[in-house]
């Protein structure tokens, strides 16, 4: 097949071109992740003219979800490399959007329910759909496969941002009930997901991008990045019989456990440490999800340019020694630059690692191997927050918790200059791509 021809059906057909595919999966990814702006109705739900629960108690919900996160994308991954991404997509996003809605009738005496619709229902979908776009991106654009994962998983971190203010408007409208505040905001994500998720399709077999040769297309694309795509993809078994999914994986979560640990005390830190009102913090954590979400670009384009792990390398080091920094400064604007710097790399970690694992074992079966991965923000997610805390207590021990956490962040800098590029596998992966029944499930 010539190339025009190639574009012709892959970038010309209904629901075929790939930048429109691209906001479709930035559109899922706001949706889901609207998560992250938990904070705003645990701190709600803590009131005594709310719920009154205590702290520990307003964040089982978020730590439940967090935690389910993986289960969604394990699942996920596996049944989207089978049946295609639009189907996972749907599916994931509709559970998840449901899930929320279903914490909309939770009350004070209904505990529970919020763990089930937000924690469980809401976790699960929300790694279902996560996986998607970010398996299918790396299909459509081989020639920048970092940027454009970045830019997807840009949108989960910018979620928050939007989603913290509508919020707190909602919440405003009726605070002695603010879990009714899920409704609108779940049947919005309803409308979202189903619209973005319905543009969803994986590329032709074979498909070459406008302006890229179709020699450096797909596999041996050195002439566009760093790292090339192995000539044969792995499957999810094999991928896990190698040392190097291991390394990535355990790179994930000392990323994310170093990133999260400030993120999880962020307004607290900002007014012991730098002085911040309780009012200037709120607006501090508010600004810095933006470098969450801009990172996840930031370094994913990087990455493409200087190589996956001397990103790392940098993303684990920038942490630490920031974390290091943080508790000594007393300085606002100093403060503000080492967290934003925090938040650019821990969202800068989640841009990388998703084209980090296309380059180390392909991306055909990409779903089901970076889904597995991210149990590390799993474990990440829950082991940060609960370490960080407990070693700052009730002292507001500031240089001892983040000293630990930074010195966890600089050592894990030795894993990247430790992982290499599986060895080249033999076998029929990469042809058997070509067979009918795969580009059907291509299509899909």
């Given at each position: 097949m010539s190339t025009s021809a190639v574009r012709n059906d892959s970038t010309a057909?209904?629901?075929?071109?790939?930048?429109?595919?691209?906001v479709a999966g930035v559109l899922v990814q706001l949706a889901i992740g609207a998560v992250y702006a938990w904070s705003v109705f645990a701190k709600a739900i803590q009131s005594h003219d709310a719920f009154g629960w205590s702290k520990a108690q307003a964040s089982v919900p978020f730590e439940v979800a967090i935690g389910m996160i993986f289960v969604g994308s394990y699942i996920g991954g596996r049944i989207q490399d089978r049946r295609g991404?639009?189907?996972v997509a749907l599916t994931g996003g509709i559970i998840y959007s449901l899930g929320v809605i279903l914490a909309s009738f939770a009350d004070k005496d209904q505990f529970w329910l919020l763990i089930l619709g937000y924690g469980i229902l809401g976790g699960f979908g929300l790694?279902?759909?996560?996986?998607?776009?970010?398996?299918?991106?790396?299909?459509?654009?081989?020639?920048?496969?970092?940027?454009?994962?970045?830019?997807?998983?840009?949108?989960?971190?910018?979620?928050?941002?939007?989603?913290?203010?509508?919020?707190?408007?909602?919440?405003?409208?009726d605070p002695s009930m603010p879990t009714k505040a899920f409704l609108p905001l779940g049947i919005g994500y309803l409308v979202a997901v189903v619209i973005g998720a319905s543009l969803f399709r994986n590329p032709p077999a074979g498909y070459v991008p406008p302006g890229m040769a179709p020699a450096t297309a797909g596999h041996g694309a050195e002439a566009?990045?760093?790292?090339?795509?192995?000539?044969?993809?792995?499957?999810?078994e094999e991928a896990l019989r190698t040392p190097q999914w291991y390394l990535l994986t355990a790179i994930l979560t000392l990323s994310v456990t170093a990133g999260i640990s400030l993120i999880s005390v962020a307004a607290g830190s900002a007014g012991d440490v730098a002085g911040y009102s309780a009012a200037a913090a709120a607006s501090l954590v508010g600004v810095l999800g933006l470098f969450n979400g801009g990172g996840r670009i930031l370094w994913g384009w990087l990455s493409d340019r200087i190589g996956k792990m001397p990103a790392f390398m940098g993303i684990l080091g920038i942490q630490g020694v920031c974390l290091l920094l943080i508790p000594h400064v007393a300085s606002p604007i100093l403060f503000a630059i080492l967290a934003a710097l925090v938040y650019t790399c821990y969202g800068g970690a989640f841009g990388t690692m998703p084209s980090t694992a296309g380059r180390f074992f392909g991306v055909r079966n990409a779903g089901a191997i970076y889904g597995l991965m991210l149990i590390g923000w799993s474990i990440g997610g829950i082991v940060g927050p609960l370490l960080i805390s407990s070693l700052i207590g009730e002292q507001k021990a500031y240089t001892l918790g983040f000293t630990v956490v930074g010195i966890i962040a600089l050592v894990g800098m030795a894993l990247p200059m430790l992982t290499k590029k599986p060895a080249p596998r033999t076998g029929t992966s990469s042809a058997s791509a070509?067979?009918?029944?795969?580009t059907a499930d291509r299509r899909r």
């Open positions: 057909s209904p629901g075929g071109n790939r930048w429109l595919i691209l991404p639009r189907t790694g279902m759909a996560y996986i998607v776009p970010i398996a299918m991106l790396q299909k459509w654009f081989p020639d920048k496969p970092g940027l454009i994962t970045g830019i997807a998983v840009a949108g989960f971190g910018f979620g928050a941002v939007i989603t913290a203010p509508l919020g707190q408007r909602l919440i405003a409208a566009h990045t760093k790292d090339p795509v192995p000539d044969v993809d792995f499957t999810a070509s067979t009918p029944e795969a």
